[in-house]
């Protein structure tokens, strides 16, 4: 069995060359996964992003990593704000509003949010219009976007002044680890959770389709560590 892994910016096109595409990947419209099927050696398309991400976001929430929720995700009924209309903005986009979220798309390209907000029955807003986006406190914010990715450390996607209305944010980018917007979102009290988490679990996604067994999520999480 072949396998293939697809990061930025390749999500989107790497759909596109596949035979068959599991179906929640093709609602997200993006996948990072791609298994030749050893039967026939057609290409099958895979999404992990959109658990990774949303699970370690969940956890978060709750304060503990890996907890369950018995009665319902944490994230249901809160204002989700997705920065980036990619890939991984279609990934966390489809997977808090699978949760019951109330998702909204900013991205500084308006045209590519409205986009992504219609696919996804959300509402669309500019990077700056972001700013003094506040109709509740306790929002969720999600940064797909490569903006304070290495080299380019210093850089953040919002203003720290905004980030005083979230409860918790996340970040896509972990290189660093501790990017501009983590750093600036805890400084105002948030939550925060790295992009290397959800780089954690989707890979532990795509080692069980590698391999149909279980991911050593310890050696995995320590070789990351």
Not at 37 to 43: C, I, T
Not at 139 to 168: D, E, F, H
Not at 178 to 191: C, D, F, M, N, P
Request: proline share 4%; charged share 20%.
């Amino acid at each position: 069995m072949t396998t293939r892994h697809c990061t930025i910016p390749h999500k989107e096109a790497a759909l596109r060359c596949c035979d068959e595409v599991d179906p929640i990947a093709k609602a997200i419209g993006a996948v990072n996964t791609i298994v030749k099927r050893a039967s026939d050696g057609k290409l099958i398309g895979y999404n992990t992003d959109y658990v990774g991400a949303i699970s370690a976001i969940e956890d978060g929430l709750r304060g503990l990593r890996g907890g369950k929720d018995e009665i319902g995700s944490p994230l249901a009924g809160k204002i989700f704000v997705v920065i980036g209309a990619g890939g991984a903005g279609k990934a966390l986009a489809y997977g808090a509003k699978a949760k019951g979220a109330k998702v909204v798309i900013a991205n500084r390209t308006f045209e590519r949010a409205k986009e992504l907000a219609n696919l996804m029955g959300a509402q669309a807003l500019t990077l700056a219009e972001l700013e003094n986006f506040h109709p509740e406190n306790g929002m969720i914010l999600a940064n797909t976007t490569s903006i304070g990715m290495q080299p380019n450390i210093n850089q953040t996607p919002v203003s720290k002044q905004a980030l005083r209305w979230y409860s918790l944010i996340f970040d896509a980018v972990y290189t660093p680890k501790v990017t501009t917007l983590l750093r600036e979102a805890q400084e105002s009290g948030a939550t925060v959770v790295s992009g290397l988490e959800m780089f954690t679990r989707q890979a532990m996604g795509q080692f069980e389709l590698f391999t149909n067994l279980p991911a050593p999520e310890k050696l995995m999480r320590d070789i990351l560590a």
